[in-house]
């Protein structure tokens, strides 16, 4: 029993669709399988812009059209026969979304998200299913939310993992036994019957909690990269592949922000001891890289960068020292608008925090303990960090650079500073 997942550049158009048939077509026949799919190319980002343009009481329609003639185009291609299922499937999540975006309330801002953005998943994985299908390949279409529960946590839901492994026992195994299955990414169900979703580039965590429920021989998720490199290639020059990587090293780069892979995907694996492995859409025959419960020597140092990072800094309004009571009121607060910290440091009259930046987010900190703290915040930068470094590493990034703040460990050094024009001086 094994688990894949496909991205959303695995499924950009109509000749990446036929080239997952063609991956699958190599399986042998006996081989169960589930597959998980996200939005189509960059589908998430347009029905978020959609979202945006209707909760505001913009004119969204011509962006939603865009959205739908993308997805029509692909259909046409793939299905030359007009009275295929699939043309009413397509028509049916379109008006649906519709129906919803002339519907939405001025609140619940979250709740409203996850209810459209989950349709890209929808669609895709009804596309995919329907083109299987003509090609000869039997399969299932699983709408994922009757068995992955998560609690009502919208934009990040928190998975229930005893009554997802229950469903997936009950529900999914049984048919993968008969037919290959094909699931979405990134979105869930409540007890309600309402959709969430699990955080943007949430479909590796979605595969890994399948691979994890149905305890799977192994998850691999097909990227346009030929594995996991030790940086971006997209951002560094003279990347090299990894050829394995222990659990816990992949767990700290996916945290520290190299994006190939979901930070939640490792943890539920590692304990399973399910390998991960990373390969290349584009060359299925190349080995990839595997992700697994190995020793080896240190490897070669990864660099990994967060864009759109704030520094936020707390003063205490009566120039006080910065006390454990200041730092739990500050983390309580931090909590509560959910924002993510990605490093901090403390001196004697100030506390500084390194977060995604979020605007909305910030100035509800701000309202909720402004009266206590003087708050600062600078934006945008980056935050780059070096897993494994060594002097040559640190050097290659620090080079010229404005840093605000610096920090290392034994194992990885990271630093906060202006973007500048290119990554690599
Ligand atoms: N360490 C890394 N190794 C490989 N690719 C990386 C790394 N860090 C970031 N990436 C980026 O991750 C991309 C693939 O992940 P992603 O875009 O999430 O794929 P998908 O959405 O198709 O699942 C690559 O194109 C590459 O630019
Ligand atoms: N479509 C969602 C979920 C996801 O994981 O996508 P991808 O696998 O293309 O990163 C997003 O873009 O956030």
Redesign the pocket.
């Known amino acids: 029993m094994k688990v894949f997942k496909f ?4 499924v950009k158009d109509a000749a990446a669709v036929r080239n997952i048939f063609r991956i699958l077509s190599q399986l042998p026949e006996s081989e169960e399988l589930v597959v998980v799919v ?1 939005a189509m190319g960059k589908t998430t980002n347009a029905l978020e812009d959609v979202y945006q343009k209707a909760h505001q009481g913009q004119d969204f329609v011509p962006a939603l059209e865009a959205c739908r003639q993308y997805h029509q185009a692909i259909v046409q291609e793939l299905f030359p026969d007009p009275g295929c299922p699939v043309y009413a499937d397509v028509a049916a999540q379109f008006q649906e979304l519709a129906q919803t975006l002339k519907t939405l309330q001025p609140d619940h801002w979250d709740q409203q998200y996850d209810q459209v953005i989950s349709r890209g998943e929808l669609l895709s994985s009804l596309i995919l299913h329907h083109f299987l299908q003509t090609q000869g390949i039997s399969n299932f279409w699983l709408d994922c939310r009757t068995c992955l529960r998560t609690d009502a946590t919208w934009r990040e839901g928190r998975v229930d993992w005893d009554y997802t492994e229950q469903q997936v026992q009950t529900v999914l195994r049984p048919v993968l036994k008969q037919q290959l299955v094909v699931t979405q990414g990134f979105i869930g169900g409540t007890q309600d019957g309402q959709t969430t979703t699990l955080g943007r ?1 949430g ?2 965590y979605s595969a890994a909690i399948f691979a994890f429920c149905l305890n799977a021989a192994s998850l691999t ?1 097909w ?3 030929p ?8 951002l560094f020059k003279d990347v090299t592949r990894y050829e394995e990587v222990a659990y816990q090293e992949a767990i700290e ?1 996916a945290y520290y922000g ?3 892979i979901h930070p939640k995907t490792v943890q539920p694996l590692a304990s399973k001891c399910i390998p991960l492995y990373v390969k290349s859409f584009l060359h299925p025959e190349q080995p990839g890289t595997v992700i697994h419960d190995c020793q080896h020597d240190k490897i070669a140092p ?1 660099f ?1 960068l967060k864009q759109n990072q704030c520094l936020l800094s707390f003063k205490a309004k009566d120039l006080g020292f910065i006390s454990e009571e200041h730092l739990s009121a500050i983390f309580q607060a931090v909590h509560a608008v959910r924002l993510k910290i990605n490093m901090m440091q403390n001196s004697a009259l100030s506390f500084s925090v390194c977060c995604d930046y979020d605007e909305a987010r910030v100035q509800q900190l701000k309202e909720s303990i402004g009266d206590q703290f003087i708050i600062k915040y600078n934006q945008p930068l980056h935050l780059f960090t070096i897993q494994n470094y060594d002097k040559a590493s640190i050097l290659r990034l620090v080079n010229g650079r404005e840093i605000l703040m610096e920090q290392r460990t034994r194992h990885t050094f990271q630093f906060v500073a202006r973007p500048t024009e290119t990554i690599e001086h």
């Open positions: 991205g959303g550049a695995s996200s580039e479909s590796d998720i990227k346009d990269v594995g996991l490199l030790n940086a971006d290639p997209k780069m190299a994006s190939v990864s990994i």
